[in-house]
């Protein structure tokens, strides 16, 4: 079945419940800081929108408050977009010890 375009979380489920006849139903998804993260290890950067419905949030609102303490540590950064952001890791950089000039 192809799709196009995005499509919301009830949406899907009902497209993969049909296409499998039955057979493959939706598992519960819970929140957590360690299964956006893991989540982000396949795609390191989600919209905001995505990130409400893989884990089923009611709205953005309940999204942004449960990501509120990622983005304040700084796990986590917005990157505009349009309309709304994605959300991601900050970048890895070098830091350089000038007394021994080894970088890590």
Known sequence: MPLKSFRDYNTMTAMIKAVSGGKLLPQAVTYSPEALFELM?????????????????????????????????????????DNSYFVRKPAKGMACDLKTGICK
């Open 41 to 81: 290890e396949t795609h390191p950067r989600l919209a905001a929108e995505e990130v409400k419905e893989a884990f089923d949030f009611v709205d953005i609102e309940a999204m942004e408050t449960a990501i509120a303490p990622l983005l304040n540590t700084g796990e986590l950064i917005k990157q505009p977009a």
